[in-house]
């Protein structure tokens, strides 16, 4: 089992920035492929970003890319995202998941652990 806890949301004007960090309780943290989705109001969960187990490999969706970055620390057993010039249409809430494997994928049906979620509100 591994639990995940979101911090880092807010509310911030457009043009902002916001930097998420979610915590991770397995002493095997290094050994999971880590993402971010979100979910707006009366939409459907979508991917954000993911990284491998090293860090090595990252991937964003189209919408965020050149403004968002995922990392990872380890040794913390915490996986960030910094959301730079972040946009109205960004106001979601922002989930933490964790699936077993170094395979970096954007289907939220292949993580298999899911954090409570961290309110994120751009105003414009």
């Known amino acids: 089992q591994v639990q995940l806890v979101e911090s880092g949301g807010g509310l911030v004007q457009a043009g902002g920035s916001l930097r998420l960090s979610c915590a991770a309780s397995s002493r095997t943290f290094s050994s999971y492929t880590m993402g971010w989705f979100r979910q707006a109001p009366g939409k459907e969960r979508e991917f954000v970003a993911t990284?491998?187990?090293?860090?090595?490999?990252?991937y964003y969706a189209d919408s965020v890319k050149g403004r968002f970055t995922i990392s990872r620390d380890n040794a913390k057993n915490t996986v960030y995202l910094q959301m730079n010039s972040l946009k109205p249409e960004d106001t979601a809430v922002y989930y933490c998941?964790?699936?077993?494997?170094?395979?970096?994928?954007?289907?939220?049906?292949?993580?298999?652990?899911w954090g409570q979620g961290t309110q994120v509100t751009v105003s414009s």
């Open positions: 998941a964790a699936r077993a494997g170094d395979i970096v994928t954007t289907s939220p049906d292949r993580y298999n652990y």
């Open positions: 990284i491998s187990w090293s860090g090595g490999r990252t």
